[in-house]
T-cell receptor, first 112, second 109 residues
């Protein structure tokens, strides 16, 4: 059973659109949940994290967390072609070491 | 800016061959990790370490060894490579946030 599930698998939007990415998880340690961005041929890069239930905003990014429903979402406002990438949800493992379970990712394409 | 450098960038070997993937971090982080990334599976943890001389097994360790020689250097060893180990390998370091290298694409023929 997958510990982290992301939806949709892929998304194509016009420039300027609002983008919503979803992540459901089966369990997690009480640590921050992260979103990573991965461009082609590159390693994932940390984008934004959230620890407490509720929302957190950084620039064009807003992340929402509901631990009770085991769900986190990432919203990108005014999307740009440079936002085109794979977005990975990373949920902390509850096995006692600093590890994360990753979802398979959502591939985002922003068309100019 | 945190830095993790992997080498080689690409590697082709034959079934049964020996392969060593190298990783160096200049972040002074205690934790280092080796992941593999495959279509349909996402990122999966192979081995990790929380300091020089320490090694812990991850979620998909079979067929892999690893060694942490210093705080900076972490190596992944495939002693009898198999086609199922064809993958994109990432090294990362962490002190809370994961910092990834650019990856090594390994092909086992």
């Amino acid at each position: 059973q997958e510990k982290v599930q992301q939806s949709p698998e892929s998304l194509i939007v016009p420039e300027g659109a609002m983008v919503s990415l979803n992540c459901s998880f089966s369990d997690s340690a009480s640590q921050s949940i992260w979103w990573y961005q991965q461009h082609p041929g590159k390693g994932p890069k940390a984008l934004i994290s959230i620890f407490s239930n509720g929302n957190k905003k950084e620039g064009r990014l807003t992340v929402y967390l509901n631990r009770a429903s085991l769900h986190v979402s990432l919203h990108i406002k005014d999307s740009q072609p440079s936002d085109s990438a794979v977005y990975l949800c990373a949920v902390p493992s509850n096995t006692g070491y600093q590890n994360f379970y990753f979802g398979k990712g959502t591939s985002l394409t922003v068309i100019p | 800016e945190a830095a993790v450098t992997q080498s080689p960038r690409n590697k082709v070997t034959v079934t049964g061959g020996n392969v060593t993937l190298s990783c160096r971090q200049t972040n002074s982080h205690n934790y280092m990790y080796w992941y593999r990334q495959d279509t349909g599976h996402g990122l999966r943890l192979i081995h990790y370490s929380y300091g020089a001389g320490n090694l812990q097994i991850g979620d998909v360790p079979d067929g892999y060894k690893a060694t942490r020689t210093t705080q900076e250097d972490f190596f992944l060893l495939l002693e009898l490579a198999s086609p199922s180990q064809t993958s994109l390998y990432f090294c990362a370091s962490s002190q809370g946030t994961l910092y990834f290298g650019s990856g090594t694409r390994l092909t086992v023929l």
